[in-house]
């Protein structure tokens, strides 16, 4: 059975629990928030591509303002030509516009980063209430996972809040996408979102929203590994976490 059977197949199978509404709904609101998540990575005349995805990101309380992880920023690579740091901002007229990006500040506990990028504003994503965040309450997320390989296209994926937890993973084999594990128990826990959902690496810095909203209510973060980290790609846990919106705002407030 070849690739395009076996998709067809998967896209004929009936969304059991969803309704009619709610898959318009999701839709709807796809449409609009597509030209507010961002690509982030680096672009550097020595790369092949010279444009290298590290992860998602999105538009945000203020205009040409990104929010993406931490653990998404470069680090100098001894000896290599620095690589600069930029966001894709997408376009409906023409399609994918490069800009220069630069760190307008960190929250490395949280994992937050914001981002200033040159030329002119995208749409803004709402950001939610994350506080009204339920266990058991059905939300979305966006990004681009393994980006690098299967293209520059917003992914779409549903995912259940199946606990509200502390900010420690849950065993020594959790980890990031990219980048270490949360320093919870050294710097003070925090709450963070455990969902129901599969995600890659591409996915960081993406948002977590609301379906029929768009409301963003967190950003996705890291994802639970078995095994090496090229497990999550073969094996994947189907556990996925996400910083509540609460912690981005915090870090907006300061940078004002």
Known sequence: MDRRHCLGLIGSLPLW???????AALADTVARMKPSVVLVGTW???????????????????PSQVVTCAHVLPTQEDGAPAAQLVAQVWQRESGWSLRQARVLGTERHGDIALLGIDGPPGPLAALGDSSAVREGDDLAFMGFPIGNVLGYAHVVHRAM???IATSAPPSPDADRLRGPAIRGAREGAFDIFQLDA?????NSGGPLFRPETGEVVGMMNMVLIKGTRES?????SGIAYAI???RVRELMRTQR
């Open 17 to 23: 629990g969803v309704p009619g509404a709610a898959r």
């Open 44 to 62: 550097r005349e020595t790369d092949s591509p010279r444009f290298q995805l590290r992860g998602s990101g999105f538009l945000a309380g203020r």
């Open 161 to 163: 809040v199946s606990s």
């Open 198 to 202: 599969v995600a890659y690496p591409g």
């Open 232 to 236: 999550a790609l073969s094996q994947p």
């Open 244 to 246: 509540p919106s609460a």
